[in-house]
């Protein structure tokens, strides 16, 4: 019994000391490229202090009996482009060097590790266009996860897309970390979908 608890133990530790290296060495790779990076992310910066800071989807554009009959959905569906302001300035940091541009900036309210995605994305894009990237890998998201839980229960499958609908998806793609937040999501449903057994139980205590 200790043999095994002691093997779990060395286990949990093997794997989060990977995810460690790999998820800081991604974010060291991520902050070596070069690109329009800092041109793209300060123009979103201005573009988003110019302009309202949480702006609502619906709210402003429904009639008012849609409005009262909607209530705290409609209410709810705003963007925070707060901290996608927040997410473009740790993305051109200054720092002596790659470590501590990486590093020492931080939001703490939002996991920052989607700027290994955001700025080889800024290399290309600037902000307002990156919402529309973020739309279609959404719509490619929820197409895949579809198909992969479709193969356990089509009835699952069609009420996870409708809950994914229902959770804010209107907004889910205007704003950085709640669309970063669904591409882990469908990442990991289509994985569980398909990984076999005995793979999962490795990990299992």
């Known amino acids: ?3 095994k608890i002691i093997k779990s133990i060395t286990k949990g530790l093997f ?7 790999i998820c800081c060495s991604l974010l060291f790779l991520s902050f070596s490229l070069d ?12 573009k988003i202090s110019n302009g309202e800071i949480y702006p609502k989807v619906l709210e402003h554009y429904l009639p008012m009996p ?11 569906l705003q963007q925070d482009k707060f901290t996608d302001r927040e997410m473009l300035k740790a993305a051109i940091a200054p720092g002596d060097n790659i470590f501590e541009r990486a590093m020492v900036p931080e939001y703490g309210r939002y ?3 989607y700027l290994v995605f955001l700025r080889p994305v800024l290399m ?3 902000y307002e266009e990156i919402k529309y990237l973020g739309l279609i890998v959404h719509i490619l998201g929820i197409s895949i996860i579809y198909f992969s839980v479709k193969r356990i229960s089509d ?6 897309v409708v809950s994914f609908l229902l959770y804010g998806w209107l907004t889910a793609w205007l ?7 669904y591409f882990i999501v469908y990442a990991a449903g289509s994985l569980v979908t398909r990984i076999k057994k005995r793979h999962i139980l490795y990990f299992s205590l």
């Not at 849609?66 to 709810?76: D, G, M």
């Not at 704003?175 to 937040?181: G, K, N």
Request: overall charge neutral.
């Open 66 to 76: 849609w409005t009262y009959f909607l209530s705290s959905w409609a209410h709810y």
């Open 111 to 113: 996991w920052h590790g």
């Open 15 to 21: 794997v989060y000391l990977l995810l460690i290296s």
């Open 124 to 126: 290309f894009f600037p």
């Open 1 to 3: 019994m200790t043999r």
């Open 155 to 160: 009835f699952l499958a069609k009420g996870l």
């Open 35 to 46: 690109g329009d990076i800092e041109s793209n992310a300060s123009i979103g910066i201005c």
């Open 175 to 181: 704003s950085f970390q709640f669309y970063s937040a």
